[in-house]
């Protein structure tokens, strides 16, 4: 078994990895080394060729390929040390990775700092209780994405897509562009799941349906699907009975939901929020674990990729600075409070020497302007004005005046509860 | 037999129900007539097959509005006579469940040349994949009847097969415990019940000796409460497409062919013996044919002229869990409850399966029990979904599920297995109504049906003959997840494929895929390459690693990528592909 000392391993090659890795370099990081399972750099986005990326970072809109390659560019630029094709198979609390691949076998890297940079994985059918038949044809809007994007293959003719998510609706242009047939888009909730921008692009422009309020209970077929029931749900999400309508189309899309790949993180016995799903974080992003930091989707599923790559900087400097500190203990920590219509606050919590932090949130419900407020104690550190947020659109502020203690961050509709 | 005893007492039982009863000299007894529902379809077979002068049921009910599906033999039948005689054979073997796979590795001990028939693309697809795995220890069979005795004979014999054939048996134990003293009594009626049918080292234990036996109970906090257990140590936990594989692949080794895709449309028979079977692919000419169709057998056997037991799909419901979610217990571990109790005296054929785990160390849910009348119908629902949760209480959430599926098990209306060389048609035996325990049995069912055959070869003078050289040994292909870093390394240094791996959940590799798929029953779809390696039964349900599964299979098929099946049949993942204008026009010009 091959041994390898590194000062910062980055597992995972994506957006956030990359971003991560570049950073540390660009801080005088010596030995960087970044794992990636597939055979390229460049995560989920290899399969992106649709535009929008970049937008905030580079002023730009590109594709994920052109975003990814530019990370891509820069990492082999910086002479960053890059394994492909490898798998990391075990985390220890105490930073040790157990990999393999073929060229080297069995890896054990002793790293100062690791960043995780896993991204996300997909909910499927069992997971949003579809019913009925098991047969081909469904599959999750990734797997149709790399199959008709990456591989060249269609996987149907006629499709319905459960879920308005961004990855449902860009599938569903993408989709009808290939010349396979959405039928529509149906959405469990009773809005739309994905940004509002790729409502109109996507559906919109195409004339493809969106039902809200409606789901798919059931799959007809055995050997391909040949039919898919729907159907109308209540305000708890339960299908009404006398709504149900069969479909006719031989693929079901499912864009449900995205979920933090943290199985490497549970091996170390790090904590997990159960509203993000990813590790609880301090403003280093940082985990429970010291000395492994976590960034990118599997930390909190990010609507943009730009806020991604913004997340893995936050990560390697954290990381930077604990090998240069060398910190032993556990901080002491100061929690992040989400309240009003804040549904969550990564990070978490703070460590209470922290001044600066950036923070990234996502609210409840849908206002056409809201004020968000982050307060410590009697203090309000920062009031912002928004405008048209909602559920789908991430959120980020920074603030440099935190001066230790709790910090509670609140989204109230205009005019309410002004002191 | 008297048959206006039974009606009498049907009268009374069934007020308003019309049914004819006929009954032949072996005293299987025939229904006909229509009645109201399904669930009196199946109630009236079953009372009249506890009718003590009773041996089977055949049923020919109806229900008015009520489609019962029957399967159209027809089509497959013309095919394979236009083909005429493919094969000659000394036995045929109908279906690759765990019964089929069972007698054809035991069957190839001797010089015989054995065809196994499969309709559908692989081994264990039907009942055999829908089981929780679960090597019953015996207990809670009814004593006396030919499964109680098989399913001990077949607990014990598992050691043995699992050792030859090299797949995972881990003899967990079960355990039934009482938080309340009045509830021992439960645990005394079933250790009695154990002990009549010689279930191996069963014992009632205090519940300072449950805590020891089973941890899990101390770690879930109910450890102090435990007033008494019943400890049946013989209990086993496999994977069973994994046993019907190593079987499958050991006969094959020692000479034994599988049919894949090939649906048997008819028996041959001439003058009380048997001749052969009628495949949708031709016909194969045979000495003896054995019968194990599983949700079927009922409809073989009356080709074959022997109309002897009506099988009623049972449907079963099976949650797998994440295995984020650890299971509790080690053993296979029960709260004897009042309302379990219930539950067993409500439902006298079964209430189906609870909690238990696999060998892989994820939580197994279920199955549920249904009675369906769609022998095809695999189709899952919110009820059965929700009974086998259920069963859980409140540990297990549906958030934890990463699967769900159904089976449907081979219910005949008599509860117990029809395992006879038939007296009808002589050479064809039949392994019919092999439900549960019919894993835990499949070693003895094996046995029986071998010294069937060979009592009879002895007896109609061309004994059988040993192979001298039988090879009961199968090496199985390495499982990395169960070796150490230093193992891996070697592994890897030696064949690179085991260094890439494909299925990220699971941790299964490039060379384990490989290895499947060079085996000696190579699977020829995705699921049958799950059911394998392990690619794809994870958390992400092969969102990641399909295809790249897909792109091997294909590879080492010499297939193209449209042409790989999820499952068989037209379950084809791609339809075209979206880069081909080009080749197409080549092709159509």
Redesign the interface.
Known sequence: MKHIDSDIVVIGAGPAGMAAAIKARELGTEKVLVLERDTEAGGILQQCIHDGFGIHRFGRRMSGNQYAQAFADRLAELQIELKTDTMVLELTPQRTIYACNKTEGMLEIHAKAVILAMGCRERTASQVLIYGDRPAGVLTAGAVQRYINMEGYLPGKKAVILGSGDIGLIMARRMTLEGIEVEGVYEVMENPGGLTRNIVQCLDDYGIPLHLSTTVTEVHGRGRVEAVTVAQVDENRKPIPGTQRRIDCDLLVLAVGLIPENELSRTAGIEIDPRTRGPVLDNAFMTGVPGIFAAGNVAVVFDLVDYVSESGEIAARGAAEFIAGGQTSAAEYCPVLADGEVSFVVPQRIRKDCREATFFLRVKNARKTATLRCIAGDETLLKKKCMHIAPPEMLTFSTDKIKGGALTVSMEKEGEADD | MDISKIEKAFKKKFPGEKVSFSADKRSIVTLRGEVGTWENLVAIGQWTAKRPEVKNVVSKLTVPGLCIPKKDYAPFKAAGEALGVTERADVVIIGAGISGCGIARELSKYSLKVLVVEKDDDVATGATKANNGNIHPGHAVTPGTLKAKLNIEGNRMYTQWAEELGFELQRSGAMGYVTRWPLKLALKYSYSKAKKNGADGAEIVSGKRARELEPGLDRCGIGPKVKAALWLPSMGLVEPYQVAVALAENAVENGVRFLFNRTVADVLTEGGQVKGVVTDKGIIEARYVINCAGIYADEISAMAGDECYTIHPRKGVI?ILDK?KRPLFNCLCEHITLDEVKLNLKNTTTKGGGMCRTPEWNILMGPSAAEISDK?D?????QD?AYAMGRGGDKVS??D?????AGNRPADYSEDFVIEMSPVTHGFVNVGAIQSPGLASAPAVARMVENIIRQDAKETGAPLEKKENWNPKRIPPPELRRMS??E???L??EN??Y???IC??E?ITEGEILAAVRSPVPPASIDAVKRRTRAGMG??????C??RVL?LLAREQGDD??EV???G????????????EEKAGEVSE
């Open positions: 949650a984020a095809e695999l189709s899952t629902n919110p979904l549906y958030g599920v990463i699967r769900y599926f870093w230093q891996r390394d070697e890897i240094k690179p494929a260094g890439r791996v990220r959940c941790g958390r992400c349900q092969g969102g990641f399909q295809p792109e990528w449209t099946t999820l499952k049949g037209n379950s084809n993942v791609l339809l075209k592909e979206n880069r081909c």
